[in-house]
């Protein structure tokens, strides 16, 4: 037997799941790497899926589906606080720069 719409879902939840491991574990350049290859598989099986699915293929889906957006909410909610936290480090080297500036001014125009 051929692989089933389940099997390729299938695959693309335990792509998900790694996903949210990464992401858990701050592993940060390897969910870029690995969300590409998520982002791609997942488009190919959506648009390859056949128009007649079983009802129990159905059912089962409907379970992985759910399972696969409340991972990408968990997902979608550590990359938003990641962001927050790099616009501070951001925001805190911008600042350090101005600083640095400002005293390299002074310094060097006190020679002048």
């Known amino acids: 037997m051929g692989k089933t719409v389940y099997d390729d879902y299938e695959t693309i939840y335990q792509l998900n799941l790694d996903l949210l491991d990464m992401v858990k574990q701050e592993k940060w350049e390897e969910f870029i790497q690995m969300a590409e290859v998520y982002i791609t598989q997942l ?62 001014t002074q310094f060097t125009s006190a020679f002048h």
């Open 43 to 104: 488009h190919e099986v959506l648009a390859n899926q056949p128009d007649d699915i079983l009802p129990e293929e159905k059912t089962s889906l409907a379970v992985i589906l759910g399972n696969l957006l409340e991972n990408e909410d968990e997902i979608e909610k550590t990359l938003r606080n990641r962001l927050d936290v790099l616009k501070k480090e951001m925001s805190c080297l911008h600042r350090g720069k101005k600083g640095s500036e400002a005293y390299s």
